[in-house]
């Protein structure tokens, strides 16, 4: 089965009442539309047929099967959940590097901060430097 506005405008009527998802962060579906540059708009993991909007949220195309629906949504869940465990301080105990590298990078998170830290501590050489030197 395979509804597309341009050569099932009436059909595809049917499937008007169905919009997408709305919200940023939504889970696409994202399976193609065979021979139709579209992609399902709706959510990951849905049921019943896929769907393509337009940006408008129009009905553009109505398609059944595709590739696995449920393998692609699982392969999506697998990969956030890696990305979460990798997020997760506890999960492989870091170093005390890695953390005080995680925390400068933080706060120096810009090239100016950089520059002025350099700039500071090339000051505090130079003011040490010189204290020295009126002590000798
Ligand atoms: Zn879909």
């Given at each position: 089965?395979?509804?597309?506005?341009?050569?099932?405008?009436?059909?595809?009527?049917?499937?008007?009442?169905?919009?997408?998802?709305?919200?940023?962060?939504v889970?696409?579906?994202h399976?193609?539309?065979?021979g139709?540059?579209?992609?399902?708009?709706?959510?990951?993991?849905h049921?019943?047929?896929?769907?393509?909007?337009?940006?408008r949220?129009?009905?553009?195309?109505v398609?059944?099967?595709?590739?696995?629906?449920?393998?692609?949504?699982?392969?999506?869940k697998?990969?956030?959940?890696?990305?979460t465990?990798?997020?997760?301080?506890?999960?492989?105990?870091p170093?005390?590097?890695?953390?005080?590298?995680?925390?400068?990078?933080?706060?120096?998170?810009?090239?100016?901060?950089v520059?002025m830290?350099?700039?500071?501590l090339?000051?505090?050489?130079?003011a040490?430097?010189?204290?020295?030197?009126?002590?000798?």
């Amino acid at each position: 089965m395979k509804l597309t506005l341009e050569h099932d405008p009436e059909s595809i009527q049917r499937y008007a009442h169905i919009k997408p998802p709305r919200g940023l962060g939504v889970q696409r579906c994202h399976i193609p539309c065979p021979g139709v540059g579209r992609q399902c708009t709706l959510e990951s993991g849905h049921r019943g047929p896929h769907v393509a909007h337009d940006w408008r949220g129009r009905v553009t195309a109505v398609w059944e099967g595709g590739r696995a629906v449920q393998g692609s949504a699982d392969a999506r869940k697998r990969v956030a959940e890696a990305a979460t465990r990798r997020d997760d301080p506890g999960a492989d105990s870091p170093s005390a590097l890695t953390l005080l590298g995680r925390s400068l990078a933080r706060r120096f998170s810009s090239v100016e901060d950089v520059v002025m830290l350099i700039l500071f501590l090339a000051f505090l050489g130079f003011a040490v430097d010189w204290f020295l030197r009126m002590l000798g």
